[in-house]
RNA sequence: GGAGGGAUUCCCGAGCUGGCCAAAGGGGGCAGACUGUAAAUCUGCUGGCGUUGCCUUCGGAGGUUCGAAUCCUCCUCCCUCCA
């Protein structure tokens, strides 16, 4: 908890382990020093903006690394941008993201709060909300900050460029957004800011704004992104490759043994804190052949789970994967879906509807389809005719594929 | 403000000399085979409907026509060039 229980430069190791860039690197070490030296801890911000509701591994990275400064001794500072939600980072996008309610980013922001806090010691860290300075800026000081910035400077960046030349809307407000992020900097006299790599620009944007004021620039703490389950494009909501913050352990667990091997060492790197000699040891084991990457991936999955469900939820989940995907039994639980005695006399049921009314398709086309391709099972026996009634019993399980399962319920 | 270009099914993107268009191709997704629920690969499906047929889709509203994603009118939004 003190600042000066390690010195700045075993510090520094640690906090550089799965960043892509620190800027700059020199910077730091100094700031680390002079925080070793008068036992000052260094204000470190991560700012977050409350625009989705569903939050996911990608997000999770920057807040590891939040709490290993928290556990240097360091000052966290959590910026809720409940002001710049309402303006949405235009970073990587290629359409302005919709205007939010108050109601929603409140909502949204206790969602956020809720799961940083699993992770982060609230005692210990300094929540502030951008509201507090934005929602009273004058428009001199609004003129003062779009002064700080040029069109062409804007304009070089990728996304923008992308949108502008290929016909697609940018809206001014959306140019603010990197000095509104930069100005909580200044509001908050933060030494240190985190983000991923795409973030660069924006915080590269807060240690200009901080000079201009005559304050000492903060540090940018880059991490990669973190890439999705597909291996290709980093994760995100759009793109449907996440592996959810929020999920189950069984879903966590179950979605990191999917990822592509090659993923296995930057996951171990950014999201576990197994020691990269060891991490290392087990890269250079799959590659000569003396470890299975199954197992490199199982021992991923099973650190990711437990650093944010426990332990014993990590085995738990590990039991369930082997039971149903490994031995391809049947799991302990599933969801119950009751069919109604109307629907089935006698048990006698159109499976069409069947798989309609359990959830596991969303038509009856869909379900058509679904068993045209023989996809679905009850009871372990395929389904092969749409037309033709299948009978149910209480109990019978309703299979969809290789991973979807539901018990039916049917009192006749 | 003036001139021109554009809006197509989840996404990109053909079609736009009117019927053969539920709409090419790619991506994504789903399913099957193979596996380590990995990747890669191969195959099929991918608007709805108790489905050899019918219904609703091609920015919005009207119109022409036996028939319109395709032609006409108005509207909305976007882009480009000029100012």
């Known amino acids: 908890m003190d600042v000066r229980r390690i010195s700045p430069e075993e510090a520094l190791e640690a906090i550089r382990r799965g960043t892509e860039e620190i800027f700059p690197e020199e910077e730091l070490l100094e700031k680390l ?29 920057p807040v590891l690394k939040l709490k290993l400064f928290q556990d240097l001794g360091h000052q966290a500072v959590l910026i809720i941008g409940d002001y710049t939600a309402t303006v949405g980072d235009p970073t990587g996008r290629n359409e302005a993201r919709p205007p939010l309610s108050h109601e929603e980013v409140l909502e949204n922001a206790r969602d956020y709060t809720r799961l940083l806090f699993q992770i982060l010691d609230p005692e210990r860290t ?19 900050l779009l002064s700080q910035m040029t069109l062409a400077r804007m ?14 809307p940018i809206s001014l407000h959306e140019m603010v957004y990197p000095l509104m992020q930069g100005y909580d900097s200044v509001m908050v006299r933060a030494d240190v800011e985190l983000g991923g790599i795409d973030q660069k620009f924006n915080i590269a944007v807060g240690r200009d704004l901080q000079r201009a004021k005559g ?13 999705g389950t597909d291996g290709r494009e980093k994760m995100s909501k759009s793109l449907g490759n996440t592996i959810p913050w929020d999920g189950t352990p069984e879903d966590q667990y179950g979605k990191l043994m999917s990822i592509p091997d090659p993923l296995i060492w930057p996951y171990l790197e950014l999201l576990t804190e197994v020691p990269m000699d060891q991490v290392r040891a087990w890269q250079a084991a799959v590659e000569e052949g003396s470890l299975h990457p199954k197992e490199a991936k199982m021992r991923l999955a099973r650190e990711v789970v437990k650093r944010l469900h426990g332990e014993e939820a990590a085995r738990a989940a590990e039991a369930h994967f082997e039971q149903v995907f490994s031995r391809r039994e049947l799991p302990d639980e599933m969801p119950e879906v009751h069919v109604a005695a109307q629907d089935a006399p006698g048990g006698e049921i159109w499976p069409v509807a069947l798989v309609v009314q359990a959830g596991l398709a969303s038509s009856n086309s869909e379900a058509r389809r679904l068993i045209r391709q023989g996809a679905v099972r009850l009871d372990g026996e395929t389904v092969t005719d749409a037309n033709e009634n299948v009978i149910v019993r209480d109990g019978m399980v309703l299979q969809v594929g290789r991973r979807r399962f539901v018990r039916l319920r049917y009192q006749g």
């Open 126 to 144: 300094e929540v502030r909300w951008n509201g507090q300075w934005f929602g009273s800026m004058s428009f001199r000081d609004v003129l003062w």
């Open 215 to 227: 304050m000492a620039p903060q540090v940018g703490v880059c991490n990669p992104l973190l890439l």
């Open 33 to 61: 020093k002079e925080s070793h030296r008068t036992g000052r801890p260094l204000r470190v911000k991560l700012g977050i903006d409350p625009t989705a509701r569903d939050l996911h591994l990608g997000h999770l990275i």
């Open 155 to 168: 304009l070089e960046r990728e996304d923008f460029q992308k949108r502008y030349k290929g016909q697609l």
